[in-house]
């Protein structure tokens, strides 16, 4: 039983197009997260919903824009794709801790590989 | 700005005994973790320091010195499943786990 799930785990389509990738998490978190991962390995937080509320969002183009239906589920749909946008995108989940009460630690998922040709 | 610094490779043999890096200059900060990355695969969570010192988790320990902006990951009785890349990452969001990752080392455990 996956504990966090993303689909399509490989993402192909043209410059210009459209395109989302699904995330949901059967953890019981209240915090969820979008990663993009480089061809470099570069992790780079993008967003993160706390209890379907937008609670932080980096330096990302408005292309971008994140959904979240419920405190499952944190959605990614990108507009006018660029060959830029090509790679990693890693959603994960975490507790919401009170300060100085942190983890550390996220549970993500196997990743969802976008090729923009 | 923020910025982690790791080293982007590190070799050793099975059985050996390896230490990775991790510095750090953050505008906050909570706490240092650490996570292991094979190829292809997702980030998985080894551990994670708030305080100063050693934490030990089976052969993996943590060190943190918040006075130095410092910690490493040591890795010991390395076994082949060991090559991977690891990164450390800062916590500096209070309570979220905002994490800024460092470049990631990559591991390579030969025979």
């Known amino acids: 039983d996956t504990a966090v799930s993303q689909t399509p785990k490989y993402l192909v389509t043209q410059m210009g197009n459209d395109k989302s990738i699904k995330c949901e998490q059967n953890?019981?978190?209240?915090?969820m997260y979008w990663y993009k991962q480089d061809s470099k390995k570069f992790l780079k937080i993008m967003f993160s919903?706390?209890?379907?509320?937008?609670?932080i969002n980096e330096t990302v183009p408005n292309r971008f824009s994140p959904k979240s239906p419920d405190k499952a589920h944190l959605n990614l749909h990108i507009n006018s794709l660029e060959l830029g946008d090509s790679a990693v995108y890693f959603c994960?989940?975490?507790?919401?801790?009170?300060?100085?009460?942190?983890?550390?630690?996220?549970?993500f998922g196997e990743g969802s590989r976008l090729t923009v040709l | 700005g923020q910025s982690l610094e790791q080293p982007s490779e590190v070799t050793a043999v099975e059985g050996a005994i390896v230490q990775i890096n991790c510095t750090y200059q953050?505008?906050?900060?909570?706490?240092l973790s650490w996570y292991q990355q094979h190829d292809g695969g997702a980030p998985t969570f080894l551990s994670y320091?708030?305080?100063?010192g050693l934490e030990e988790t089976g052969r993996f320990s943590s060190f943190l010195s918040r006075s130095d902006s410092y910690g490493y990951l040591l890795l010991q009785e390395l076994q082949m499943k060991d090559s991977a890349s690891y990164f450390c990452?800062?916590?500096?969001?209070?309570?979220?786990?905002?994490?800024?990752f460092g470049a990631g080392t990559r591991l390579a455990v030969h025979p």
């Open positions: 994960a989940s975490s507790h919401f801790q009170r300060s100085g009460m942190n983890t550390g630690e996220l549970f």
């Open positions: 953890l019981g978190h209240d915090t």
């Open positions: 919903y706390n209890n379907k509320e937008l609670i």
């Open positions: 953050t505008s906050g900060f909570y706490g």
């Open positions: 320091n708030a305080l100063d």
């Open positions: 990452a800062v916590d500096f969001s209070g309570g979220y786990n905002k994490l800024i």
